[in-house]
């Protein structure tokens, strides 16, 4: 069979097979590459991604160069190769062992699907990648960014169709797709592996739908993984802007170690497509439905003073039901189902305010309701929050306002830092016992909103955060919050680690001293990101994979924390 017959019977097999797994059919190609001609990239379709963005290194602590030479990238018998290779290449003044290419497609969309016919290398210290970003990202060096970049990452979002090589405790043959907004501070928190028979052997098709409503994710026209958050806002639903397709190995860094015997990995592609502009077929629509959801009500659940909780439900014949809520110039869309009720939470909200909410459904054959109205009130500011200026580490100018506010069995904290000389700013909630790090649901305008879920009446913890800007991060002192009851401030910040040292600066081995037994150990990089993380923290480390520049190491002990400047050559 050739490959226009495959090509057509995949399609009609789409439409066929499909239509029970998403919950929106695309099945217009829009745009494709077949790689048929041999040679060099097509290089209307895309673009070599070759500038370090951190001027000496790519993320994650990769060792390699992407580079655009035609041995790393090519098109050869139907297939593009992609080819990681172990070679000293020298590039923008720094040289490296390992070269590889990195791709962006030049064509960006929203909503679709993506369909990549591939084989993917396997072997300690290869990680191959088919992914996506948002086209407003803010990359150096990005095909997009000259032009649309506004937005940092994981505000932009990021779509993981297929990652292999990243997963030490998973047998060989998994691989995993997942999701990254700023809802979990990029960390990779909504995810799904898979086994693939003969992974490294065999061609399969990783294939990624993407409507207005979910994201879902497809193994030879299987669905294993559907993304669909109950709440979509800007931190958990960046994607209803344009997208485009990365195609790249990487070496070392969070793939481990690269075997002294690697010579070379190559990922195989036969095609990539993209399908779009289909009418949506609304699932489980058997005959024409005409009438809107019947019997919609809603009634305030739980309230506090920047959150409040509706109880919507409603009647249809199609089961599958949207509701949207409009309050206070903000418009919120989520799923859910016939004659069960759904709870719906509004954070970030004024204390002491009054808020007119209007809610309306719609059926997934596009009947909506007449729209309803309710009023809610939020609670006044709670005793617990204030201001302060006092730090942990580094200093404040002006200081930051906290508020805790319990809301149901959830407590919703916001730090609000109030210095206006640090730019590009990102929070991260710091807990103490035991010692977590959190990224903020919500930010915006150096406010940071974090919710910890499931708490018990009476329970307590110690918070603080982490405010981290270009240059460096101020942590703010610990306040000690016993749930639904009151806060403290806590933690001296004036003792030290009773006789701690370390080399500094530092080559590829950390050797620290110290009386005090060390719990854990962080380095963040000079834009604020954690690159090195360990609980068990020997003497000395290994920090090989790191690359040169100067960093923040955080260190804990029982009952302290401090930070320091390292420099690894």
Known sequence: MNRLVLFLTFVFGIENSIFSQVDVVYSKLVWSDEFDANGAIESSKWHHQTLLPNGNSWYNGELQHYTDLSSNSFSNNGMLNIVAKKESYTNQSVTKNYTSARLNSKFAFTYGRVDVRAKMPLGAGVWPAIWLLGQNIIEPGGYFSAQYGTTNWPACGEIDIVECGIFPSEPSNYFASAIHTTSSSGSTVNKRGRLANNLG?????????WSPNQITFLLDNVAYYTYNPGVKNAGTWPF???????????????????????????????????????????????????????????????????????????????????????????????????????????????????YPIEISVKDSSGNQSIPININAKTLPIPSCSGNSNSALQGNFSNGYNYLFDPFGNELIIQYELLDTDKTDVVGFLLTKSPSNEYGASNSANNKFTFIQKGISVGAAQDYAVKFAFAGGNTISNYHTYKFSENCTSSINNSTQISSFSFQNPTDNILQLNSRETIDELKLYNSLGKMMYHTTDVKHPLDISLLPSGIYQMLIRTQNQIQSFKLVKN
Not at 201 to 209: E, G, K, Q, R
């Open 201 to 209: 052997t065999d061609f399969h098709v990783y294939s990624m739908n």
């Open 240 to 354: 209803d802007k344009p997208q485009y397709i990365l195609l790249n190995i990487a070496m070392g860094g969070v793939a481990g170690s690269v075997p002294s015997t690697f010579t070379q990995a190559a990922m195989e592609i036969d095609y990539v497509r993209i399908y779009q502009k289909q009418d949506s077929i609304p699932k489980d629509t058997i005959s024409k439905d005409t009438l809107p959801p019947q019997n919609v009500t809603a009634r305030i659940g739980n309230i506090s003073s920047t959150a409040i909780e509706l109880i919507v439900n409603a009647e249809d014949t199609s089961n599958q039901l949207q509701y949207s809520i409009n309050y206070n110039s903000t418009a919120l869309v989520t799923n859910g189902l016939s004659r069960i009720e759904k709870s719906i939470k509004l954070y970030n909200l004024n204390p002491n305010t009054d």
